[in-house]
């Protein structure tokens, strides 16, 4: 089982759809959570931190579980430019290790 | 631009041939970072230096896969005698002192061995 794990999806969703995504992680000890977005054939990038106490960065909105070990990325009035698959990362407890799920890809139609 | 930069970005080898993949941190970067990348899959980690030393190894996948970071600055992933499952993307990334997740990643190398 991979300590970070995440729906493959694909999540097709049309234009201005609210979409959500889910990770859940194992090692109780990590500390630290983000979300990074690649698009295709590009580099991964941090889209936003994660905190325990919930943080909002205009359409998106992260949420960190503790006592059930997952981790919510939710995005509101989804654009075309959206397109792309977000990465769950997580710390290997408390050093500078990123553990990386797949990945889930998501396509906005117009 | 003031970025991770990596060389080649495109190599593609013959099995069995040595290869060198070259990182460029951003300047004053301490963390920089490994990961081998398959399509379809997210990055995995290799290995991991502070400034010259290199303190966590235990993603290379095998004996043939080394890494060095002899200043403390630019940082070499040698792959010997190459073989058809390394075939991937080999992502640099780099981080400051503070900033524990943020890392900025290079473009990547895309490794085909044929």
């Known amino acids: 089982r991979k300590e970070v794990e995440q729906d493959p999806g694909p999540f097709n969703v049309p234009e201005g759809a609210t979409v959500a995504f889910n990770c859940t992680y194992s090692n109780s000890a990590s500390q630290s959570f983000f979300w990074y977005r690649q698009d295709c054939r590009k580099e991964p990038k941090l889209l936003m931190s994660v905190y325990s106490s919930g943080n909002e960065d205009g359409r998106f909105t992260a949420q960190l579980n503790r006592a059930s070990q997952y981790i919510s990325l939710l995005i509101r009035d989804s654009k075309l430019s959206d397109s792309a698959t977000y990465l769950c990362v997580g710390n290997a407890g408390n050093n500078r290790k990123l553990i990386w799920g797949l990945g889930t890809s998501l396509a906005v139609n117009p | 631009g003031a970025g991770v930069s990596q060389s080649p970005r495109y190599k593609v080898a013959k099995r069995g041939q040595d290869v060198a993949l070259r990182c460029d941190p951003i300047s004053g970067h301490v963390s920089l970072f490994w990961y081998q990348q398959a399509l379809g899959q997210g990055p995995e980690f290799l290995t991991y230096?502070?400034?010259?030393?290199?303190?966590?190894k235990s993603g290379l996948p095998s004996d043939r896969f080394f890494a060095e970071r002899p200043e403390g600055s630019v940082s070499t992933l040698k792959i010997q005698r190459t073989q058809q499952e390394d075939s991937a993307v080999y992502l640099c990334a780099s981080s400051d002192r503070t900033s524990l997740g943020t890392q900025y990643f290079g473009p990547g190398t895309r490794l085909l061995v044929l």
């Open positions: 230096f502070q400034n010259e030393a290199q303190l966590d």
